[in-house]
């Protein structure tokens, strides 16, 4: 079974420094993968997603994110972060066959220091 | 504005009550889900229906019931099955079937809903 592992249950970071949140999945064949951010008490939005094709994918808000196949990593990224950046982000994998069903990681908490 | 809409958003349960979430979607979304989330373990998938009429069970169905009968509704009945309720549920919806192939495989979400037992 595909799984995803988020490695940092809680970050904390300066405001206008840059952010590396590291996302992990296990599965065999190609997966799809997606970040979510979710403010308190609130649903999830889409931050990004990849399916194919160039590795690294922009986003919403100026993230981005790079999928690396031999690390099987998916890592999101922004250069410089604001204090409304702070949240949870999620990263999920899906794989085609599997029912459009997405398997989420445990969450990063994002802290930004003004 | 097209989205998805859950209710209540906070919402009491007596010990051996049955509750039921609302989830409607205006997005002719075909694909349904519904998630429950606990602090430090994710988003885990409850139930998730295809197409109307049909569901399939997720990771964690036990103690939960759903029904799929219009393309815009899946509500989660929480029975007093569920021995721990208290969360925060989240329902979501995809894009269509057979459009666009493998970038159609978006999930978005509603605002959820919050279950306390008291």
């Known amino acids: 079974a595909q799984s995803v592992t988020q490695p940092d249950i809680h970050i904390t970071v300066s405001e206008g420094a840059s952010l590396e949140l590291r996302c992990n999945y296990s599965?065999?064949?190609?997966?799809?993968l997606f970040w979510y951010v979710q403010s308190p008490g609130q649903g999830l939005q889409l931050l990004l997603k990849y399916f194919s094709g160039d590795t690294l994918v922009q986003g919403i808000k100026g993230f981005e994110a790079e999928f690396k196949r031999s690390q099987s990593s998916f890592n999101l990224r922004k250069p410089s972060v604001h204090w409304s950046d702070a949240a949870e982000y999620f990263c999920?994998?899906?794989?085609?066959?599997?029912?459009?069903?997405?398997?989420f990681g445990t969450g990063t908490q994002l802290k930004v220091e003004l | 504005d097209g989205g998805i809409t859950q209710s209540p958003k906070y919402l009491f349960r007596k010990e051996g009550q049955n509750v039921t979430l609302s989830c409607e979607q205006n997005?002719?979304?075909?694909?349904m889900y519904w998630y429950r989330q606990d602090p430090g373990q994710g988003l885990r998938l409850i139930y998730y229906s295809q197409i109307v009429n049909d569901f399939q069970k997720g990771d964690i169905a036990e103690g939960y019931s759903v029904s799929r009968e219009k393309k815009e509704s899946f509500p989660l009945t929480v029975t007093s099955a569920q021995k721990n309720p208290t969360a925060f549920y989240l329902c979501?919806?995809?894009?269509?079937?057979?459009?666009?192939?493998?970038?159609?495989?978006?999930?978005?979400f509603g605002e959820g809903s919050w279950l306390t037992v008291v």
């Open positions: 599965y065999g064949a190609t997966p799809y």
């Open positions: 979501a919806s995809s894009t269509p079937r057979g459009t666009g192939g493998l970038s159609s495989l978006t999930i978005y």
């Open positions: 997005l002719n979304h075909d694909a």
């Open positions: 999920a994998v899906g794989f085609t066959g599997g029912g459009n069903k997405l398997t």
